[in-house]
């Protein structure tokens, strides 16, 4: 964990740039981020009408620090357009969104861009190259949230979008994201129909360690954030966790019939801290909620 927890998003929502009505209507969902995309839901003759979509948004936004906006992939005209879109625009999303990443390099040189104008966006990484996997621990150094691809992800790899074939990719991601306190955001679910593969899928991802998941289906909000918002019973027993091992001058205690110790303090720690920083940004409530969890 970084000293000072970022407050990471449990839950994302792509909409197409397509209509400006059906991009502002998206936002009475209940999301923590809406994520305004200009890249694979916008066929290429329309990108500029749909970056005028983007920017018409942007200055209806209510709170833009929590819009993010999914640019073309760095090297294409497409992108270049995308990053004057955020450079001219009187109003700046919070978040902007880079796609088919390979290095650190190419998020430090979108972040230097924008902020030679002023803007100074959190920066979130789609891992979805193989040299994004096998450069995700410099990537994570560099981004303030990593979010998996599956699909071209998996399309390069020849496989099917399953668990056990994104595993690696999404083990190297935790454990990067771990490291340098990134927000860790998992991928779309892709099968609609079946409710029962998002809700297995949420919680395995959460077992890892990620912190949140990408929809592009405002219906599965609801499961998505009753399984990744802070938990009020979790948070409640996290400060108990603390309380015991400081009880125990930083040593072993007994917490209802099982030990607890240091790293368990340290989890504890971490698991306030974060809830904490989520409630101060994201809840309409404030920090009041970091207590209730809603």
């Given at each position: 964990m970084t000293a000072r927890a970022r407050a990471i998003p449990r839950s994302i929502l792509y909409t197409p740039a397509l209509s400006l009505d059906r991009v502002v209507h998206a936002w009475s969902y209940d999301a923590d981020v809406y994520v305004i995309d200009l890249e694979?839901?916008?066929?290429?003759?329309?990108?500029?009408?749909?970056?005028?979509?983007?920017?018409?948004?942007?200055?209806?936004?209510?709170?833009?620090?929590?819009?993010?906006?999914?640019?073309?992939?760095?090297?294409?005209?497409?992108?270049?357009?995308?990053?004057?879109?955020?450079?001219e625009c009187p109003v700046r999303p919070g978040i902007v969104v880079m796609t088919m990443v390979d290095s650190a390099v190419e998020v430090e040189l979108v972040r230097a861009t924008l902020a030679s104008a002023g803007a100074r966006p959190e920066i979130y990484v789609t891992v979805e190259t193989p040299a994004a996997v096998a450069a995700v621990d410099a990537i994570a150094a560099s981004a303030d949230g990593l979010i998996l691809g599956s699909a071209d992800l998996a399309a390069t790899l020849g496989v099917e979008i399953t668990w056990d074939g994104l595993l690696a990719a999404r083990q190297a991601m935790a454990m990067a994201c771990a490291r340098y306190g990134t927000a860790c955001v998992d991928t779309a679910n892709f099968r609609l129909a079946e409710p029962e593969v998002l809700a297995e899928e949420t919680d395995r991802v959460r077992a890892l360690g990620f912190?949140?998941?990408?929809?592009?289906?405002?219906?599965?909000?609801?499961?998505?954030?009753?399984?990744?918002?802070?938990?009020?019973?979790?948070?409640?027993?996290?400060?108990?966790?603390?309380?015991?091992?400081?009880?125990?001058?930083?040593?072993?205690?007994?917490?209802?019939?099982?030990?607890?110790?240091?790293?368990?303090?340290?989890?504890?720690?971490?698991?306030?801290?974060?809830?904490?920083?989520?409630?101060?940004?994201?809840?309409?409530?404030?920090?009041?909620?970091?207590?209730?969890?809603?």
């Open positions: 694979d839901a916008v066929p290429g003759p329309r990108k500029p009408a749909a970056r005028q979509v983007c920017r018409a948004a942007l200055e209806k936004a209510a709170e833009p620090a929590n819009i993010g906006v999914r640019v073309n992939q760095l090297g294409t005209a497409e992108a270049v357009h995308d990053l004057l879109l955020l450079i912190h949140g998941k990408v929809t592009v289906h405002p219906g599965e909000l609801d499961a998505i954030n009753t399984a990744l918002r802070p938990d009020p019973d979790e948070l409640r027993r996290a400060k108990r966790v603390t309380e015991a091992v400081a009880s125990a001058d930083g040593g072993v205690a007994v917490l209802d019939g099982s030990m607890v110790g240091p790293p368990f303090a340290r989890r504890a720690r971490s698991t306030v801290v974060l809830g904490e920083a989520w409630a101060a940004r994201f809840s309409s409530h404030g920090t009041a909620d970091a207590e209730t969890g809603r």
